[in-house]
C-alpha cells in the first residue's frame, strides 16, 4: 500500500492498531504500546491512572505503570509505583495477591543508595 511507504501514515496505522486492540480486547493476549515520555507528561502519568482508579480498573492501572518502565527514569518509575501501591492501598475490595505482585515487582526496581 502507499500509506506504508511514509512514516507518518505508518506511525498512524501502528497507534490506531494498537489502541484498537487495547480497546477491543479484554482477555487476550498483553500487549503493550510504549511512547516515548515527553517533559512535564508526568501529570498527565497521574491524571490517567487516577481515571483509571475512578472507574475501578485497578488491573490497568498496574499495567500502565509497568508501561512507564520504558519511559521513565528508575528513580521516577519506582516512585510512580509506590503512589500507585499507596492508593490501591486505601481501596479494601482491591484482590490482595495482585497488590503483594505489584508491590514485589516495583520493589525491584527500589534506588540503591
Known amino acids: 500500500m502507499a500509506e506504508d511507504s511514509d512514516f507518518i501514515m505508518r506511525q498512524i496505522k501502528s497507534f490506531a492498531e494498537g489502541f484498537g486492540y487495547m480497546v477491543g480486547k479484554k482477555d487476550g493476549e498483553k500487549t503493550e504500546v510504549v511512547f516515548e515520555q515527553q ?10 491512572l487516577t481515571e483509571l482508579l475512578m472507574h475501578e480498573k485497578y488491573e490497568q ?19 510512580l509505583g509506590q ?5 490501591l492501598s486505601k481501596i479494601s475490595e482491591i484482590d ?3 497488590i ?9 526496581h527500589r534506588p540503591v543508595i
Open 83 to 87: 503512589w500507585l501501591l499507596e492508593k
Open 39 to 48: 517533559q512535564g507528561q508526568g501529570d498527565k502519568i497521574h491524571r490517567d
Open 61 to 79: 492501572a498496574i499495567q500502565y505503570v509497568y508501561a512507564q518502565k520504558f519511559t521513565l527514569g528508575e528513580e521516577q518509575y519506582f516512585a
Open 100 to 108: 503483594t505482585g505489584f508491590k514485589g515487582n516495583i520493589e525491584k
Open 96 to 98: 490482595q495477591a495482585m
